[in-house]
């Protein structure tokens, strides 16, 4: 795969930078080299938020996507900012619920899924984000379940060890819609 | 792991147990891992009620013998200025730790190698120097604080980190396995006479002119020595290169993709990335100007490290500026329109 | 037999002060104090910027010399690194109440286990006799030479009273040290402050009510005079605070 460089960006609050770093520590389990880089201001809560992640099998360059091969936008400030940076070819994840206008770009592929709803109707309104990580990991291929329960692990915490059943979940959902 | 954790991890592995800061963006997850680990390991967090007295606690650790540590950005950094001083004239080895953001004055938050002039060049009064350290990634983030460490023992001096907002946010796998030497014997400690000994003073105060000169020449004595052994740089793809860029920190792994990108399309380039920035690695800027064409400084500032280039390179070939200030951070595209741009003859 | 002898923790060094300071009288105090305690070897001084900057050279335990103001601080530093070592600051008024205020309110308040020697002279001395935080109202200085205006640069501190409003503090008092009477109760607070740092009570300041004959324009025996007259009056002797007393009356 070479490299592939993503970019997640939303509200803050979305739990943007906690999607990033699933990615990238399943990345590192999977024995490639990684990156993550948040995006820091002065709000903590629903201000804009965004994260670079690359994973790659050689060394990596500079930490700053800003071409990203994959866009994940959970809000519309985000698609608008993002959307033209994208790499010819490359891909497009829009959270169609938060989102309602659709991709301009021609050149792109582009997934629609209905994130917050599906996460509001499953009562785990808090995990819209690792739906749409759990759809990305599906259409990018690389849906495995060593690498998720790897990654997993390491982003919760064992104090909060009775959510990786409901985070596995809200992957699960995004595979399959 | 997170750069900033990086370099709190690795400094408790080099021995330190004593911590002094106060918050600013974007270094507070230093203080914060601090503020958690040290309690645990029977060592010392405090939050300081200023950036002054937080150098000033430092300076007492120092004085007792003990590895201690301040971190900052970029205006806190300013404001530790005195200590830092004071520090050199009393010859007390310490680390410091700036992870830059966009200045002047209150400035910006967002990533900056803007102090670059400020921590080369002494970064307060009188005559000094400081062994200053730029970190490219996570692993080094570890790998300087622990050697940072060792050489302000080794020399009796401050060491300095200079990182910026991203190597201090970004996260990437990092190894911690160190063999850390112990710090030498500090007979000039003041930690107490037993009255075994005559007693020891931590001062740098010389009314004697005569005195203060001898105590700053030998000083300079021993930045002679640090200047011949402890000057570090890395090299990539200089062995054929027609056009060299130069760079630290952040700005080197843009570089990188840059000139990734200008060698696919048959541009013979290379990059010379200082890790010390004190002392500067004078050596292979000797050494390019023979060889290159020209010389592209990519910072993130106004242009500050270009100056020591230009030295270093005696001018024999032109050196020019590629950069974003105030918090941006130049694009691989930039810079390799900047290399193209030298590579067709078209240096400004 | 020797009546009278130098303490062993003072070096016998001459010190370089103007005739009839009183910073003499409070070193041998300090010195007299390291000795009757048995400290000196564990202790460690730390210097102002003030007349007393060179206090390091006078005191024959370790010194560290610190930034104007910063003393306290950096005796934070040196007592968190060996807390099993004594600790004090010798302090001037500009040195602790001025440029310093941020460091002793601060060390006051975390309760630091170190000992403060604060000389309250209400003067610059070092410098040639400039306006102090504690200058009182009226008095002539060079940079308030038609006497302090409290209307344009305000009112002296009255360090003890402040820092008795702060829980962390364990004990402050304030002594003088213009007559034998004085500089005998000086003495007895001067070693209250140390015993409370080796019983491991906590922030412990005595305010020393000084004179600075030179820069008052005045013989000494006309400024120890001036201490009763002036002084005293507006910077009232006492124990401002005492914690561990307080709590066996409680």
């Given amino acids: 795969m070479a490299t592939t460089q993503y970019l997640f960006a939303g509200f803050g609050g979305q739990g943007i930078l906690f999607s990033g770093?699933?990615?990238a520590y399943k990345g590192l389990s999977e024995?490639?080299?990684?990156?993550?880089?948040?995006?820091?201001?002065?709000?903590?809560?629903?201000?804009?938020?965004?994260?670079?992640?690359?994973?790659?099998?050689?060394?990596?360059?500079?930490?700053?996507?800003?071409?990203?091969?994959v866009l994940v936008a959970m809000n519309l400030p985000s698609l608008d900012k993002y959307e033209d940076s994208v790499a010819s070819g490359g891909t497009i994840f829009v959270d169609s619920t938060l989102i309602e206008r659709k991709v301009k770009r021609t050149d792109v592929k582009v997934h629609y899924i209905n994130a917050t709803g599906l996460a509001n109707e499953n009562n785990m309104p808090t995990l819209a984000n690792m739906i749409i990580v759990g759809k990305v990991m599906a259409e990018m291929g690389q849906f495995n379940k060593e690498g998720i329960d790897a990654a997993l692990s390491k982003v919760i915490s064992a104090r909060h060890a009775n959510m990786l059943e409901f985070n596995l979940k809200a992957l699960n959902l995004g595979k399959e819609n | 792991m997170k750069g900033n954790?990086?370099?709190?991890?690795?400094?408790?592995?080099?021995?330190?147990?004593?911590?002094?800061?106060?918050?600013?963006?974007?270094?507070?997850?230093?203080?914060?891992?601090?503020?958690?680990?040290?309690?645990?390991?029977?060592?010392?967090?405090?939050?300081?009620?200023s950036e002054i007295a937080a150098i000033n606690m430092v300076y007492g650790v120092a004085s007792t013998g003990h590895r201690v540590m301040t971190s900052s950005s970029s205006p806190g950094v300013s404001l530790k200025g005195e200590g830092l001083s004071y520090l050199a004239g009393a010859d007390m080895p310490a680390l410091i730790v700036n992870v830059q953001r966009g200045g002047p004055g209150l400035g910006g938050i967002q990533p900056s190698q803007s102090d670059y002039f400020q921590a080369t060049k002494g970064g307060a009064h009188g005559d000094f120097h400081m062994i200053v350290l730029a970190p490219a990634s996570v692993q080094e983030m570890a790998d300087l604080t622990v050697k940072g460490f060792e050489l302000a023992d080794k020399y009796r001096m401050t060491s300095m980190i200079l990182a910026d907002g991203t190597m201090g946010q970004m996260m990437e796998p990092v190894s911690l396995d160190f063999d850390v030497k112990p710090a030498p014997e500090k007979p000039w400690a003041?930690?107490?006479?037993?009255?075994e000994r005559e007693h020891n003073i931590t001062n740098s105060l010389f009314l004697s002119p005569e005195k203060l000169e001898e105590e700053n020449f030998k000083r300079y004595e021993r930045y002679k020595v640090i200047e011949e052994n402890e000057t570090m740089y890395e090299e990539y793809m200089m062995e054929d290169a027609e056009i060299c860029v130069t760079a630290f920190g952040i700005a080197s792994r843009v570089a990188k993709n840059a000139i990734d990108e200008a060698r696919k399309q048959g541009i013979k380039v290379g990059l010379i990335r200082p890790i010390t920035l004190w002392p500067f690695p004078v050596a292979p800027f000797k050494k390019a100007a023979e060889q290159v064409k020209g010389i592209i400084s990519v910072e993130l500032s106004m242009g500050q490290m270009i100056e020591d280039v230009r030295l270093a390179?005696?001018?024999?070939?032109?050196?020019?500026?590629?950069?974003?200030?105030?918090?941006?951070?130049?694009?691989?595209?930039?810079?390799?329109?900047?290399?193209?741009?030298?590579?067709?003859?078209?240096?400004k | 037999m020797v009546v009278f002898d130098k303490p062993h923790a003072l070096a016998d060094v001459p010190l370089h002060y103007c005739p009839g300071c009183t910073h003499g009288i409070v070193h041998r105090l300090v010195a007299e104090v390291m000795d009757e305690l048995g400290i000196e070897g564990k202790t460690i001084g730390i210097a102002p910027v003030g007349c007393s900057v060179m206090a390091y050279d006078y005191f024959n335990c370790d010194m560290v010399e610190a930034a104007h103001g910063r003393a306290p601080a950096v005796a934070t530093g040196v007592k968190r690194a060996l807390p099993e070592n004594i600790v004090f600051t010798y302090q001037g008024d500009g040195d602790l109440a001025s440029i310093g205020m941020a460091e002793?309110?601060?060390?006051?308040?975390?309760?630091?286990?170190?000992?403060?020697?604060?000389?309250?002279?209400?003067?610059?001395?070092?410098?040639?006799?400039?306006m102090a935080p504690t200058s009182l109202p009226g008095q002539v200085t060079q940079t308030s030479p038609y006497g302090r205006d409290v209307n344009h640069c305000g009112f002296p501190i009255k360090v003890c009273e402040m820092l008795s409003q702060l829980d962390g503090a364990e004990y402050l008092e304030r002594v003088a040290v213009n007559n034998v009477k004085n500089v005998k109760a000086a003495k007895k607070a001067i070693k209250k402050a140390f015993q409370n740092q080796v019983d491991g009570k906590g922030f412990s300041l005595v305010e020393v009510i000084s004179s600075c004959p030179t820069n008052w324009g005045m013989?000494?025996?006309k400024a120890l005079e001036w201490i009763d007259e002036k002084m005293i009056p507006y910077y009232p002797l006492g124990v401002y605070k005492d914690r561990s007393a307080e709590k066996e009356d409680a």
């Fill in chain 1, 21 to 23: 770093k699933f990615l």
């Fill in chain 1, 31 to 69: 024995n490639n080299q990684v990156s993550w880089l948040p995006s820091y201001g002065p709000e903590m809560r629903g201000g804009t938020a965004s994260c670079s992640v690359i994973i790659s099998d050689t060394a990596i360059g500079s930490p700053i996507v800003s071409k990203p091969d």
């Fill in chain 2, 5 to 49: 954790e990086a370099i709190a991890e690795a400094a408790i592995i080099a021995g330190c147990r004593h911590y002094f800061g106060y918050p600013i963006t974007p270094q507070t997850e230093i203080a914060a891992y601090m503020a958690k680990r040290m309690p645990k390991i029977g060592g010392c967090f405090l939050q300081a009620e």
């Fill in chain 2, 190 to 195: 003041t930690n107490g006479t037993n009255l």
């Fill in chain 2, 313 to 347: 390179s005696e001018c024999k070939v032109p050196v020019t500026l590629c950069n974003r200030a105030g918090g941006m951070i130049p694009s691989p595209e930039q810079v390799l329109e900047a290399i193209i741009s030298m590579n067709n003859g078209g240096a």
């Fill in chain 3, 104 to 130: 002793t309110v601060h060390a006051a308040a975390r309760n630091e286990n170190i000992t403060i020697i604060f000389i309250n002279n209400a003067i610059y001395g070092m410098t040639g006799g400039q």
């Fill in chain 3, 219 to 221: 013989t000494p025996q």
